[in-house]
């Protein structure tokens, strides 16, 4: 006998001796992958995964614009780091919109030791998904840190 019992056992012995694949969740889900509604679901299950909340506990942190910046970056902003890819990439919620190939200052570990500013170029931006960020304003942004020569730029070099 099996680990899942003589019956499954005899039913996984006769579907591999036959030569079919063997997949035990083939009949539990049966959907139409036309549905609206199963095609929402896969959006809202695509939008998660992008924005990778959840995964990383949030930081505060303070934006400014690079050089000569007029609009919302022309002072400094609060933001919400939700994501961090230990690479250089990080995924912020902001109260506006930032500008694609934006350049700008993200200042990290605020009032503590460490308390860093780095340079960083914003390769997206786009609002939020979920229900509470229509409500709240909230736009997701995609910022990728900047460099030169291979060396991080941070604000103490500039």
Known sequence: MG??????TREAIM???SGKSWDPT????????NDP???????????????NRGQFKPE??????????????KDVQGA???NDDGQGAVTLLASMPLEE???CFVRRHLGMPGESERLYDVLRCRQGTRPQ?????IWIAYLKIMSRGGIQADAQRL
């Open 3 to 8: 680990p899942w019992g003589h019956r499954q």
């Open 60 to 73: 505060r942190v303070q934006l400014r614009g690079a050089g000569h910046v007029a609009g919302p970056l």
């Open 101 to 103: 190939h934006q350049s």
């Open 133 to 137: 960020d229509a409500e709240n304003r």
């Open 15 to 17: 579907v591999l001796s």
């Open 37 to 51: 509604r199963v095609q929402e679901l896969f959006a809202q299950i695509e939008g998660l995964r992008l924005e």
């Open 80 to 82: 919400l780091i939700v």
């Open 26 to 33: 083939s009949q539990q889900f049966d959907y139409d992958p």
